[in-house]
């Protein structure tokens, strides 16, 4: 009897609840993604004033994630931060020196310097997936469709359009998936041309860095890679400093399959070696922060210039 009681009463206090929340309009917490969608109110507070406070400190941000909707405001409305950077990384395999995070780390500081320099730019959060193979021999890699992919950025994209910027510049850290952009950019440009909105895709800050990167390389004799090798294992070393994004005593062993450069004789040596399973494809040994900083650069200073040019007839 006691059993039955205590689940009598239970019954009685939910039936209860119940008719509270209906008298309330059925409003506990239950239309807060609503109300975000809309703007207005909290978990059935009131409606948010359209104010908030900008500290003067805060000028000088550039990353969405790390500032307040006010700040974001003021950027936009009253700073001319008109642009947003809407930059992919991933998270893969690099060898057994580099962490799997590197072209998300390595995205992050990108699109923060490309930010800064351009001075009308503010960075989207960095994506940490693409499209990207899985490998249970290699594990910590995490891929997505490629269709995935374009419906992410698509939508993204199209976020920061409809609060206020003219321009969003979308680009990638690999080369997976950076069709798919170009199709994002095309397809919103198309949709939003007439409001005076539009998306750019910024290729250059991969295959253009890539090809005068291995110019500089050959210039110095120095290896070419495609994964994992000279170039990202550099500018890790570079970006990450002392944050373990490499693992520098194993450099000596870091080494894959040779990658011929471009436009240079074959190295008949490293050629005749035998193909290894690291997730290597290069020569990583030669990697330093002084090769690091020249990528670097080559790629922001790129894609900028390429930001540049597309927006320079838009008004």
């Keep these: 009897m006691l059993h039955a009681s205590r689940v009598i009463a239970a019954v009685g206090l ?5 008719g509270l929340l209906e008298a309330q309009g059925g409003r506990a917490g239950g239309d807060s993604a609503q109300a975000g969608r809309g703007g207005g109110r909290g978990r059935g507070g009131p409606p948010i004033p359209a104010t908030g406070e900008a500290l003067a400190r805060t000028r000088d941000l550039v990353e969405i994630e790390m500032m307040t909707w006010p700040e974001v405001k003021r950027a936009i409305r009253e700073l001319g931060k008109t642009t947003a950077i809407v930059y992919n990384g991933g998270t893969e395999q690099r060898g057994p020196q580099n962490v799997n995070g590197g072209h998300t780390l390595m995205a992050r500081e990108m699109a923060k310097a490309v930010a800064l320099k351009l001075g009308n730019a503010l960075v989207a959060p960095v994506l940490a ?3 990207a193979g899985v490998s249970a021999e290699m594990p910590g890699s995490i891929g997505i469709s490629a269709a995935l992919y ?3 950025n698509m939508e993204i994209a199209e976020a920061l359009l409809r609060q206020g910027f003219k321009t969003v510049a979308i680009m990638g850290d690999n080369g997976g998936g950076q069709a798919q952009l170009g199709e994002v950019a095309t397809e919103l440009s198309a949709k939003y041309a007439a409001e005076g ?3 750019y895709h910024i290729p250059d800050a991969y295959y253009a860095a890539r090809t005068e990167f291995a110019k500089i390389l ?3 004799g120095l290896p070419c ?3 994992a ?3 990202d294992t550099s500018n890790m070393v570079y970006l990450g400093q002392d944050k373990g994004w490499v693992r520098m005593e194993l450099l000596p062993t870091a080494v894959g399959n040779y990658v011929p450069c471009p436009d240079a004789p074959v190295d008949s040596v490293a050629a005749a070696r035998p193909r290894v399973n690291n997730g290597i494809n290069g020569d990583a040994r030669k990697a330093s922060p002084e090769i690091g900083k020249i990528i670097f650069d080559l790629k922001v200073n ?3 210039a390429q930001i540049q040019k597309l927006t320079a007839g838009q008004k």
């Design 229 to 231: 090798g000279l170039n």
């Design 14 to 18: 939910m039936v209860g609840a119940a």
């Design 129 to 131: 997936y693409s499209p």
């Design 150 to 152: 374009k419906a992410v």
């Design 218 to 220: 050959v210039q110095r």
């Design 225 to 227: 890679a495609s994964h």
């Design 197 to 199: 909105k539009y998306v």
């Design 302 to 304: 790129l894609s900028v």
